[in-house]
């Protein structure tokens, strides 16, 4: 038993992504509450879901480990200058994607005393996954969160009255980034929950539980979904290092790709299925692997190494000095690296990303589709 508790403890090098942000100055003076409520009438609200690639700190507010956790130095240097909980040296992606549809940062639902949902929230935990065992006890998991959206859903009608809330609540965007830790996981904790099913049973377990959280927001009033796939995940610094030889984990990258086939397929499907249901995904994994491997091209010193941790690659999960290995380097000059730390990106890797699926590029069919996220901001 003592084993085994040791094992999950250690295990949770996770791929928190996470954070947060105290920015409730909203309703400082009279203008600019009224200004704010004029807005919230036609704004487009961003409700977040997922993991620590867009987490703003809910994972402050939870009983877990340091090692679902960012609010401690280095982590916001570059940005905050204080750590907010999100896995970055500075913003992360939902962040700047708020900023491109004029919204204000969204702040985490669990952030004590913050009520106004109009605008959005963000239900995203660092570690978590779609399936209830990823890192179970330490993070808000899929289902959690999309019941923690219901509450959200509820007071907003209470608030604005059924009319007006359905329109807020079918004008708004729901931002997923989730599964990396579901894949993560058994390799971090050397759990056998991989023996135990084929890949294609374990990826449609996951996919199946993401079906779920779907169409229950659908239900809901929910319209218009915005996906980020999952990258090579075999080859992210914290999962490199656990060969022998720094090649990349082959099993892990392999789920990664049937997950995003089966996603794929998942959003195309539910598009025919429910009527008015629209979608988009950014191809996450094919824009990160071309920064992985041409970082000169997009700016970047470093594409396969972190800035922030420690050993080959800054692989281990160390970023801080606050987990299971204390030691740790940080690197002078973020802005040169894409990896912030052995499982999450610089601020600077953020914001190209983000931009990127924002606009979607014109001479790549695949990069975003079927629509820019800006796209799907704007139809109703
Ligand atoms: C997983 O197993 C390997 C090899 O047996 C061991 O070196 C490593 O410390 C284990 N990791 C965890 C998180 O228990
Ligand atoms: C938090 O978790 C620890 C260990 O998992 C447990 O011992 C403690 O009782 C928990 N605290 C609360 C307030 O739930
Ligand atoms: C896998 O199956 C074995 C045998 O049934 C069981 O003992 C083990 O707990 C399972 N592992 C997981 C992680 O579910
Ligand atoms: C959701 O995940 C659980 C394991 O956590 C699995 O037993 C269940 O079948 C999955 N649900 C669907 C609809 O695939
Ligand atoms: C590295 O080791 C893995 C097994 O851990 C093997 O599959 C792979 O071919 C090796 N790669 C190189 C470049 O030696």
């Known amino acids: 038993m003592e084993a085994m508790n040791k094992n999950s403890t250690m295990a949770r090098q996770s791929f928190l992504f996470l954070i947060f942000f105290l920015h409730v100055s909203l309703i400082a003076t009279c203008c600019r509450a009224e200004n704010t409520q004029k807005h919230a009438k036609t704004a487009v609200p961003l409700f977040v879901f997922g993991d620590s690639i867009l987490d703003a700190g809910n994972n402050n507010y939870i009983n877990t480990s340091t090692l679902d956790q960012a609010n401690f130095w280095p982590y916001g240097e570059t940005y905050f200058k204080f750590p907010t909980g999100r896995f970055s040296d500075g913003r992360v992606i939902s962040d700047f994607i708020a900023k491109h549809a004029n919204l204000p940062f969204i702040p985490p639902f669990l952030q004590p005393g913050f009520r106004q949902y109009n605008l959005g929230v963000n239900f995203a935990s660092g570690g978590a996954g779609a399936l209830v065992e990823t890192f179970q006890g330490f993070v808000i998991d899929l289902k959690t969160q999309v019941k923690n959206y219901n509450k959200v859903e509820s007071r907003l009608r209470q608030k604005l009255g059924n009319d007006e809330a359905k329109m807020t609540i079918s004008r708004g965007v729901y931002l997923f980034s989730i599964g990396n830790n579901d894949y993560m996981s058994p390799f971090l904790t050397n759990s056998t929950i991989l023996n135990n099913y084929s890949d294609s049973t374990y990826v449609g377990m996951v996919i199946g539980n993401i079906t779920t959280a779907i169409k229950e927001i659908y239900r809901r009033g929910g319209r218009k979904f915005a996906f980020i796939n999952l990258p090579d995940l075999g080859c992210v610094p914290g999962i490199r290092i656990l060969?022998?030889?720094?090649?990349?984990?082959?099993?892990?990258?392999?789920?990664?790709?049937?997950?995003?086939?089966?996603?794929?397929?998942?959003?195309?499907?539910?598009?025919?299925?429910?009527?008015?249901?629209?979608?988009?995904?950014?191809?996450?994994?094919?824009?990160?692997?071309?920064?992985?491997?041409?970082?000169?091209?997009?700016?970047?010193?470093?594409?396969?190494?972190?800035?922030?941790?420690?050993?080959?690659?800054?692989?281990?999960?160390?970023?801080?000095?606050?987990?299971?290995?204390?030691?740790?380097?940080?690197?002078?000059?973020?802005?040169?690296?894409?990896?912030?730390?052995?499982?999450?990106?610089?601020?600077?890797?953020?914001?190209?990303?983000?931009?990127?699926?924002?606009?979607?590029?014109?001479?790549?069919?695949?990069?975003?589709?079927?629509?820019?996220?800006?796209?799907?901001?704007?139809?109703?």
């Open 243 to 380: 060969t022998s030889n720094g090649s990349c984990l082959e099993k892990a990258s392999s789920l990664a790709n049937l997950h995003n086939e089966a996603l794929f397929k998942l959003l195309f499907q539910l598009q025919k299925r429910l009527k008015g249901f629209k979608y988009t995904i950014f191809d996450f994994n094919t824009n990160l692997k071309n920064r992985m491997l041409h970082p000169s091209k997009y700016g970047f010193k470093i594409g396969e190494a972190a800035c922030c941790g420690t050993g080959p690659y800054g692989g281990t999960y160390s970023c801080g000095g606050k987990r299971i290995v204390k030691e740790f380097q940080v690197c002078k000059h973020p802005n040169e690296y894409l990896f912030w730390d052995s499982f999450h990106l610089t601020e600077k890797a953020n914001k190209q990303l983000a931009d990127e699926m924002w606009k979607g590029k014109s001479n790549s069919f695949n990069d975003v589709g079927p629509y820019s996220l800006k796209k799907l901001f704007k139809i109703h």
